[in-house]
């Protein structure tokens, strides 16, 4: 077998070739307009915002960091503002029973007018209401109505009066009371006379006196009614001078609105409410004259007022609200309350819009992970969506069976388009637990990661970088930076023939290449900031992989870079803390022995090693019987451990790593410690790609280089991540040098070949491996430890 060469420098990483930037600087450069790479979703987008039916809402689904949010905003903004104004709507008073405000809608605008107009009628009511109980006409039928009472009553009294002065008695009025006296010549008695009459007379006088006031009581038995009689017809007086009064004043706002649903009623209920009590308002009118003309326009509004819910005066086209917090009250509105006296008190005037309210008639932005997190909102948003209106409620009150809300407006008609921006995870959740979800969120805007990597995607790249820059201020670019930074954007996408779309990543970036520049008093950014500030980054978020270097490095953490052993082999592992991802090497070993236990995963049997990683053992099995084992048993004992690991281990990338050592193991050739392996394997022993492959390589580089590159050094990777490395400059420089090298295997025999350096043997026609070769021997070895099992 011929030897395995090493990758070629140029293999290692995609340089950005400056001749497709037919620039010096970005300052020449068109802007950018659009959104990178997102052609698919700006369809979706479109397709979402154009469908009216019900259930046509959005899920824009991606990662962070990719533009998604403003992507939203942009979109439904640059569309919104061609379509037409939605309407206003506003509360009423429900003068009939004020716990259920009405719910009225106007043309975009008019609600102010409204509420403008309404002030002012209430105004010139309150105004004319006094005038018109002060007018003469007014006051001569009222003084009519009391004479007519008065005269029922002075003509029952001068009938008794009559009687009375056939008995020579007296009859008197005091302070609203009629009482009788004796009379003598003409004058009324006092006590001491009337005590000096006979017994006789007096007891007659007492008589006398008894039988008027019978009569008395009996002339005046219809009084109640007179005086029923002279209310009802004050009160028919009352209401004919208010009706007189307000219906002309009424009667024109009326025909204003009339062609408005709902205000034509609430016209007609002001007036009769006004009509019914102008007595009483009078009297508050008096009790108004102590106040402040603030005060008096705050009463009045409580009672006749407009509350203004949602005002599209000033709104271009459709609304798009996006809703930071989306609780409760926040998104469906809610009522206040004042402290009076003690008492918590409300009325129309103190309801309050919410989100929905607000976007009615347009577009509801919203963040599917903080709509999730509050509680009751997303299950009360789906009944709204069903039901097509918004309705202001205490969703505690449905849990604690008492009611905290003392009015219950009439509901609004909802029609809204939501949008929810959301990571993959959380739609697929959604997904899998609400079976509503799919039938009201048809659409799914789903966010590209990267985008191929060819001449037109890098022009427009470079744009997208001179309207960054532009946006955030920031100096122009010279080609050799921007070649940088389409470099870098392909390790962010992990595919040397992609570009990554994740915005936020390159706007950080380029901010802290500007930084580097202004510190540097140079115009432009060139390639030299770009490279200062990833060296930059790398140093903040470097202190944690600098300790675990320093602990293989003391010799705290075994890693051998140099020399063979039999059954041990470097694996590699990437290591995440919050954003940040290094590679660090791990040591990985096997022992092998007669019994049939088979192949014991050590990290599975602490709980340690998770479901993947658990799965990469089985199939490593899986391979030994299918290429050793064919006419015999496989019967053995072996053990496989990741050395100094003490934390969860998950993943299959060890698997093509645990395969050699299992190998070494068993045949007892030992393995050169100058290598470090990753790769997964299938049961027929192909190598499969795995992740992190660019940190994994760089994390074993660095220990080699701390200890000294001997030019033997190197890392064997599946052949199918060889697309996926942007290594480090300096990893590069040493490639090129000879000092460290990367080799791409697709079996499990080239990278045995690699690390044993020995042939690993190809199965003849006759199933057998050549002689002296690595395969043979585990042939050899495993009858074996077959034979040696069956002689027992």
């Not at 479109?46 to 019900?54: A, K």
């Amino acid at each position: 077998m011929e030897k395995h060469l090493p990758l070629t420098p140029k293999a290692l990483y995609q340089v950005c070739d400056t001749d497709l930037l037919p620039f010096r600087t970005t300052e020449t450069l068109e802007s950018f307009s659009g959104f990178f790479g997102q052609e698919r979703a700006l369809e979706a987008m479109g397709f979402g915002v154009g469908m009216r039916r019900p259930g046509y809402n959005l899920f824009v689904m991606g990662n962070p960091h990719t533009g998604r949010f403003s992507f939203a905003l942009e979109n439904l903004k640059g569309i919104a503002k061609k379509e037409k104004k939605p309407s206003d709507w506003c509360y009423l008073n429900n003068l009939q029973d004020g716990r259920y405000p009405i719910s009225v809608e106007l043309p975009a605008g008019k609600a102010t007018q409204l509420r403008r107009d309404n002030r002012r009628l209430i105004e010139t009511l309150m105004t004319e209401l006094p005038v018109a109980f002060e007018n003469p006409a007014y006051l001569r039928r009222k003084s009519k109505v009391e004479r007519d009472f008065n005269r029922h009553y002075d003509q029952a009294i001068e009938q008794v009066e009559r009687a009375a002065r056939e008995h020579s008695i007296a009859l008197y009025r005091d302070a609203g009371s009629v009482g009788f006296t004796p009379v003598a010549e003409g004058q009324a008695m006092d006590e001491a006379m009337f005590s000096q009459l006979p017994e006789e007379v007096r007891d007659a006088f007492n008589r006398n006196i008894s039988d008027l006031e019978d009569y008395l009581n009996e002339s005046l038995t219809e009084m109640p009614q007179w005086r029923r009689e002279a209310a009802e017809k004050m009160k028919v007086l009352d209401r004919d001078t208010a009706r007189q009064t307000i219906s002309p004043l009424i009667q024109a706002v009326k025909e204003k609105y009339s062609h408005i649903a709902g205000l034509s009623d609430y016209f007609n209920q002001l007036e009769s409410y006004i009509v019914k009590n102008s007595a009483d308002l009078l009297g508050d009118e008096k009790l108004l004259e102590a106040r402040s003309e603030v005060g008096k326009r705050n009463l009045l509004d409580e009672m006749f007022g407009v509350n203004l819910l949602v005002d599209n005066n000033k709104t271009k086209g459709q609304p798009v609200v996006f809703e930071a917090h989306p609780s409760y009250e926040n998104m469906f509105g809610r009522v206040e309350y004042n402290s009076d006296m003690g008492a918590m008190v409300t009325n129309f005037q103190m309801i309050r819009p919410g989100a929905l309210h607000k976007a009615n008639g347009g577009y509801l932005v919203l963040e599917a992970e903080k709509l999730l997190e509050q509680p009751y909102v997303y299950s009360a948003l789906k009944r709204a969506l069903k039901a097509h209106e918004i309705g202001i409620e205490s969703p505690i009150s449905d849990y604690t069976g008492i009611s905290t809300i003392s009015l219950s407006p009439a509901p609004i008609p909802l029609h809204v388009k939501i949008v929810l921006i959301g990571g993959r995870d959380t739609y697929y959740l959604l997904q899998d637990l609400d079976q509503d979800f799919e039938k009201m969120f048809r659409v799914v805007v789903d966010f590209e990661e990267e985008v191929a990597r060819d001449p037109s995607s890098i022009r427009n790249y470079a744009r997208l970088m001179k309207t960054i820059a532009a946006e955030e201020g920031l100096a122009p670019l010279t080609r050799e930076a921007v070649a940088r930074l389409v470099e870098q954007s392909s390790r962010l996408s992990g595919d040397q023939e992609k570009i990554s779309t994740h915005i936020g990543d390159l706007v950080d970036l380029l901010c802290e290449a500007d930084y580097k520049r202004i510190a540097n008093q140079d115009d432009l950014i060139t390639a030299h900031h770009v490279e200062m500030a990833l060296e930059a980054q790398s140093w903040r978020t470097g202190r944690l992989s600098e300790k675990i270097l320093e602990s293989i490095l003391n010799e705290t953490v075994l890693i051998d870079t140099d020399g063979e052993a039999v059954g041990k082999c470097n694996g590699l592992t990437v290591l995440e803390v919050g954003d940040v991802a290094f590679g660090s090497p791990a040591r990985i070993t096997a022992t092998v022995h007669p019994g049939t236990r088979g192949i014991v995963d050590i990290e599975r049997e602490v709980q340690l090693g998770q479901s993947i990683h658990s799965k990469g053992v089985l199939i490593l099995s899986g391979f030994l019987g299918h290429q050793y084992a064919q006419d015999f048993p496989l019967t053995l004992s072996a053990s496989i451990a990741m050395e100094q690991s003490y934390g969860y281990v998950d993943g299959d990338s060890a698997s093509l790593a645990e395969t050699c050592i299992l190998i070494s193991a068993l045949t007892h050739i030992p393995i050169q410690q100058c290598f470090a392996v990753t790769g997964s394997i299938n049961q027929y022993g192909e190598v499969q790609a795995i992740g992190g492959v660019n940190e994994k390589i760089e994390g074993f580089f660095k220990l080699c280089q701390t200890r000294g590159l001997t030019g033997k050094q190197g890392v064997v990777i599946p052949k199918a991540n060889v697309r996926n490395l942007m290594l480090k400059k300096e990893v590069v420089e040493a490639a090129e040098q000879g000092l460290f090298h990367v080799y791409a295997v697709s079996t499990v025999d080239e990278c045995l070949g690699i690390l044993m350096d020995k042939t690993p043997g190809k199965r003849k026609d006759d199933g057998s491996f050549p002689q002296r070769s690595i395969n043979h021997q585990v042939v050899k070895r495993l009858k074996e430890l077959h034979k040696a099992l069956a002689d027992k």
